[in-house]
Nanobody
Framework: QVQLVESGGGLVQPGGSLRLSCAASGSIFSISVMGWYRQAPGKQRELVAVITTGGSTNYADSVKGRFTISRDNFKNTVYLQMNSLKPEDTAVYYC?????????WGQGTQVTVSS
């Protein structure tokens, strides 16, 4: 069983930065595609960024140039560096692990961008 634990969320002013972390248990992290999703109140969950086992990345258009996803396979951890945050980035951010037809989710961490 895989467990994902997110951390790093909080309250930040517009234009500020946050770094989210997601630590995975188990031994399949290095062969898994890792992603960050978010869900704002009243909206559907959406993909923010994804990183493959080889380090290739893809981003939602709304965060390109502001967010950076990275992974450390030795620490079984994926990161989301968020810069130039906007109020519309406010959401619960979820970590996702996908491998060979299986999918796991973290419990989510709240990010609030407000002055």
């Amino acid at each position: 069983q895989v467990q994902l634990v997110e951390s790093g969320g909080g309250l930040v002013q517009p234009g500020g930065s946050l770094r989210l972390s997601c630590a995975a248990s188990g031994s399949i992290f290095s062969i898994s595609v890792m992603g960050w999703y978010r869900q704002a109140p009243g909206k559907q969950r959406e993909l923010v960024a994804v990183i493959t086992t080889g380090g290739s990345t893809n981003y939602a258009d709304s965060v390109k140039g502001r967010f950076t996803i990275s992974r450390d396979n030795f620490k079984n951890t994926v990161y989301l560096q968020m810069n130039s945050l906007k109020p519309e980035d406010t959401a619960v951010y979820y970590c996702n692990l996908a491998v060979v037809g299986l999918e796991y989710w973290g419990q989510g961490t709240q990010v609030t961008v407000s002055s």
